[in-house]
């Protein structure tokens, strides 16, 4: 779960995090301390007063806990010495926005060095890769690289120790309710015994272990693929971390051996109201309408697909299947999905992008995409809200807007085009 830091991402337009819903508990046995496991960051000193407040809401916290069948024995090993954490709610109140276009995140996400850490990986893990792909169906270089795009294979795991964190977050009540569910799936893991609270560590926001699981989501997805008896994702040993992303991938509908996108030409003249998530069509039908691999010919047919442009008419088109969809609901931007999908395809040894990006175009920031909004509102194009977020309606309004200026209606907002628009 990437939250750390909020990336507003030019081709990204979702929100992220993995999917919160709650699944059975398997019980297991208490877990061992692991040799090498790293060390929970400090938490810093806190005034007497908020500190009181705290263990106040925690004292109230526990009557919902236990009607959520937590033991008393478990509450009282969770929540012993715990402490107001102010780090967690400095991060969550500083998120900070960056304006980073699509090609900026993957020159990161998708880097020469990520490239050779993933194909090391693959080497290092083979055994237990291949016998995660034949179970569950999702290839290991999938696999390996939602596990460098969330770890960074396992090096930044993150060292928040997950009960204090959850509790402050909740008990501060921006996003309350959601941070108290999480906490309520916390408890609920160290009941079960996969690992205690001295060891449930990960992102100040409650994401875990070497694929970044939420609470919630472990409850749903984890597997104990090693076996003895831990559904472990902390541990130095990523088998049940890797696993249990594969194990999520399937259950969120990947096919096997299906692209989660081809990059394609489109035609002279190609409508470009066609492009986006919104229509699909078989690749059949995209070629009758000039759609071609990069590679020349037609795409095969690997079910419904849609055109996806990232960065717009003058950047890489990709034709996107359902093991798109599949990769988006562990995180639902564009940027991560393809950082994803592009990151495995360079791990198996695919090449890069054939169309080059428009390096030259400038992102919108916040202040400048509501902007947007209200100028084509104004002008008879309704984006159905102002908040600054470019989702289909606001895409909609600058195609039609575009299309009715004499230009390419890709639907890709830029400071350029808002400049035009002025």
Not at 217 to 246: C, E, H, Q
Request: charged share 20%.
């Amino acid at each position: 779960m990437k939250s750390a830091l909020k990336i507003i991402l030019v081709s990204a337009l979702g929100t992220t995090g993995l999917a919160a819903c709650a699944g059975p508990l398997d019980s297991s046995p208490r877990p061992m301390a692991r040799a090498g496991a790293n060390m929970p960051d400090p938490i810093p000193p806190v005034d007497a007063a908020t500190q009181a407040r705290f263990m106040a809401w925690v004292d109230g916290f526990k009557s919902r806990a236990l009607a959520n069948g937590i033991s008393e024995a478990t509450w009282a090993r969770a929540t012993a010495g715990i402490r107001y954490n102010p780090t967690v709610i400095e991060r969550d109140r500083n998120q900070a926005e960056f304006k980073k276009t699509i090609w900026q995140y993957l020159d990161g996400a998708v880097s020469d060095t990520r490239i050779s850490n993933g194909q090391a990986a693959l080497r290092e893990h083979a055994s237990t890769l291949a016998a995660i792909e034949a179970k569950y169906g999702v290839e290991k270089e999938v696999v390996v690289a939602v596990w460098g795009m969330e770890s960074n294979f396992g090096n930044n795991r993150g060292r928040t120790l997950i009960v204090p964190a959850l509790a402050t977050l909740a008990f501060d009540g921006r996003r309350g309710e959601f941070f108290a569910k999480q906490l309520i799936a916390a408890l609920q893991i160290i009941q079960a015994g996969d690992t205690d609270a001295g060891h449930m560590t990960g992102s100040w926001a409650g994401a875990m272990g070497h694929t970044q699981f939420i609470p919630t989501s472990y409850l749903a997805y984890a597997v104990d693929f090693t076996g003895d008896g831990k559904r472990d994702i902390w541990s130095d040993n990523p088998a049940d971390a890797l696993a249990s992303t594969a194990a999520y991938l399937a259950r969120s509908g990947w096919s096997k051996g299906q692209p989660w996108g081809v990059e394609v030409t489109l035609p002279s003249g190609f409508n470009y109201g066609l492009a986006g998530k919104g229509t699909r069509k078989s690749p059949d039908e995209w070629a009758a309408l000039g759609v071609r691999a990069v590679s020349g010919g037609r795409v095969p047919n690997y079910g419904a697909a849609s055109i996806l442009l990232p960065a717009g008419a003058e950047g890489p088109a990709l034709m996107i299947f359902g093991n798109f969809r599949a990769i988006s609901r562990y995180n639902n931007a564009d940027a991560y999905v393809i950082g994803v999908g592009h990151l495995s395809d360079r791990i198996k040894g695919k090449p890069d992008f054939r169309a080059p990006w428009p390096r030259s175009g400038t992102p919108l920031d916040a202040s400048e995409r509501k902007e947007l909004q209200r100028r084509l509102t104004a002008l008879g194009y309704d984006t159905q809200g102002t908040d600054g977020v470019i989702g289909p309606n606001t895409m909609s309004a600058v195609s039609a807007w575009q299309r009715d200026n004499g230009l390419k209606p890709d639907g890709y907002p830029t400071l350029e085009l808002l400049k035009k628009m002025r």
